[in-house]
Structures are given as C-alpha cells and as structure tokens.
C-alpha cells in the first residue's frame, strides 16, 4: 500500500523556522495537503495543493514540492503552532486518501 | 458557517454493531463528497471510506471493507456509517469531513469533531 513518510518529530525555538518534509512515490503526480492537530480537537487544513493558503491560515504556513517530497514550512514559529501535523495525499490513481505518518512540532 | 457535528459512538463488544451519523450544517451538502476518518487513540489519521454526492462512487479502506457501510441522505443533510463485526483495532475517534478538489486531487476542508468508538468486553 502507499504510505507517506514524516518525520516523527520537530523541536523549534520561538521565532526560529520548522521545517517538516513528507516523502512518497507518488508526490511528483499529486499534490500534498497539510493538516494541524491539536491535542484534543480535529484536524484543521493549513495548506493544500502544495502550497496554498486557505483564508484565515497565519501566513507563517508555507508549503513547496519538489520531486517525491512536500515540505510544510513555518517561520517564526510561535507557542500555539505546538501540535500534530499530518500531510495527506492520493495514491497514483487519486481514488484513495492516504495520510503521512505525522510530526509532532514540538516549541522549545 | 460549515459545521459537521457526529454522534453514534460510544462502548461496544468485539464482534457488535454500531452506526455513526453526521449531521451537516452551513453548505449545500447534497453537492460534496464527504469521508470518514479514524485516529487510534494516540495514534495517527487514517482515511475510512468516501461517498460522492449522489452516493454513486463509494470507497472503502482494505482495513475495513466488508465490515463499515458509508451512506447519506442528502434530503436529511446526514452522512453515516453502518459498522458491523468490530474488532478492538476499530477503537478511535471516527471524523466526518467535507471533501473539495478536482478529480485525483482531493482534499478536506471541513471537518467535524469526532465521535469515540471503543470496542472492548
């Protein structure tokens, strides 16, 4: 089965840069999504299609692609960003929903 | 506003039944796909099954075909989720959310709040 890989966790100072990379065969033909996690409530989109915004996301969220890997950048990395990030994509064919392994950023 | 709100969870033996529903509110819901999908306690997300707008396209993951059914009422504005024969590794909180995108390139936008599902004697 398909899988997406993320690294299981993050460890950013305030203010400092997060950087958290999501591996798979099929990134180059799809795009990847990004959702945040805090504890105890549902997952929130922060970024689709590689590296749009959706309204209301802090522009601090950035996303890019680049070959069979996409990257969920964020600068100036504050308390509240402390949480669970899972990227998700399709399999080649786009029929199936597959979600990454998921980072834990952790706000030293 | 978009809201998703589950209901249907709760304890159930190894082997019993249970049926999920989500109930939508704030878009037109009989013109989106929607999905379930479950997280394991302390565990990560994975995608359940999807229904398209006309309950013409339905899919289901390996881990629970046979098992779950997914189904809507769009005239009730309700999703639901007919799990039969659960087994202990069906223990998660079960989220419904709304699917956009263009074709192979899906995505979810909204999502409700979950409903806890434990299998356990």
């Known amino acids: 089965s398909y899988e997406l890989t993320q690294p299981p966790s993050v460890s950013v100072s305030p203010g400092q840069t997060a950087r958290i990379t999501c591996s798979g065969d099929a990134l180059p033909i799809q795009y990847g999504y990004w959702y945040q996690q805090k504890p105890g409530q549902a997952p929130v989109l922060v970024i689709y299609?590689?590296?749009e915004r959706p309204s209301g996301i802090p522009e601090r969220f950035s996303g890019s692609s680049s070959g069979t890997t996409v990257t969920l950048t964020i600068s100036g990395v504050q308390a509240e960003d402390e949480a669970d990030y899972y990227c998700q994509s399709s399999d080649s064919s786009g029929t199936f929903y597959v979600f990454g392994t998921g980072t834990k950023v952790t706000v030293l | 506003e978009v809201q998703l709100v589950e209901s249907g969870g709760g304890l159930v033996k190894p082997g019993g039944s249970l049926r999920l529903s989500c109930a939508a509110s704030g878009f037109a819901f009989s013109t989106y796909s929607v999905n379930w999908v479950r997280q394991a306690p302390g565990k990560g997300l994975e995608w359940v099954s999807s229904?398209?707008?006309?309950?013409?396209?339905?899919y289901y993951a390996d881990s629970v075909k046979g098992r779950f059914t997914i189904s809507r009422d769009n005239a009730k504005n309700s999703l639901y989720l007919q799990m039969n024969s659960l087994r202990a590794e069906d223990t998660a909180v079960y989220y419904c959310?709304?699917?956009?995108?263009?074709?192979?390139?899906?995505?979810?936008?909204?999502w409700g709040q979950g409903t806890l599902v434990t299998v356990s004697s």
């Open positions: 229904i398209n707008s006309n309950s013409a396209y339905i």
């Open positions: 299609k590689d590296s």
């Open positions: 959310a709304r699917i956009v995108g263009t074709t192979g390139n899906y995505y979810l936008d909204n």
